[in-house]
């Protein structure tokens, strides 16, 4: 059975006075729950002040992207080692934000994938269909095919995490009905049985997408629903609480 995982993802948002939040939100993860993580994920610029602040706590810290190489000539880019390096446990790569101001193919993601576990880090591997995929009928296709396409080669199903986001739902209040979700996350969840076998179990798999307090519970409720990625309401401590309460 997989661990449950709420995180956040707080996108291009925060300053160092944003940090209020990361304490508030490690005081109330701590003592941890059983079988239930908490993690914000952070610019790069916040990374080293947020893992201090949650250093004392269970809450974990990560980063929202990393390039496939240890260092080099890559101006702006930030490797999973220097994410590590800064106090990061987790790093998102794949979000559909990437994919689309920056072009990340799922052949990048996979490789992004592959140099967080390099680096000692979790993936959060994130795949989801556009408005005009779902409409064709195509979305469970598209994005089985995307979570194939982006898996590390030999990674082991202990050190993984998928995130089924939607792109028509992230930001715009349109959350996926349950039984969208349930349809989604089942067939995720073969696809990775597919792969791992009876292992594929103990992957987590998060719904995100305009995950609040107020459909949490009905969303982290859902059979293959092993917690949430959630971005605006992850900036609050008292939102992100909330959900995480709800899990
Ligand atoms: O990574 C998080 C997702 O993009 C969801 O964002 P949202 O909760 O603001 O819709």
């Not at 995929?133 to 095919?145: F, H, M, N, Y």
């Not at 996350?185 to 305009?210: C, K, M, Q, T, W």
Request: aromatic content about 4%; some cysteine; proline content about 3%.
């Amino acid at each position: 059975m997989a661990r449950t995982l709420i995180a956040g993802n707080w996108k291009m948002n925060g300053l160092r006075s944003s940090l209020v939040e990361i304490v508030a939100i490690a005081g109330g993860v701590t003592p941890a729950r059983e079988n239930v993580e908490a993690l914000i994920c952070v610019p790069a610029t916040l990374l080293m002040q947020a893992a201090d602040q949650a250093r004392e706590s269970d809450l974990k810290i990560g980063g929202e992207t990393c390039h496939a190489n240890e260092s080099g000539a890559h101006t702006g880019d930030v490797s999973a080692e220097m994410l590590a390096d800064a106090g990061a446990s987790y790093v998102i790569v794949g979000h559909s934000e990437r994919r689309a101001d920056h072009g990340e193919t799922s052949e990048v993601v996979a490789a992004q994938a592959a140099a967080a576990l390099r680096a000692g880090i979790t993936p959060i591997i994130c795949v989801g269909e556009t408005a005009a995929e779902r409409d064709s009928g195509k979305a469970i296709e598209v994005v089985t095919s995307m979570l194939r396409e982006s898996l590390p080669t030999g990674a082991g199903a202990d050190s993984l995490v998928i995130a089924y986001e939607p792109v028509w739902a992230i930001g715009t209040g349109n959350v996926a009905t349950v039984e969208a979700v349930d349809e989604m996350h089942n067939a995720l969840r073969e696809s990775l049985s597919d792969v791992f076998g009876a292992d594929a179990d103990l992957i987590p798999i998060l719904y995100g997408g305009s995950m609040k307090p107020g459909n949490a519970a009905d969303l982290l409720a859902v059979k293959n629903v092993n917690g949430g990625l959630i971005g605006g309401a992850s900036l609050k401590a008292a939102d992100f609480l909330a959900i995480y309460a709800a899990a």
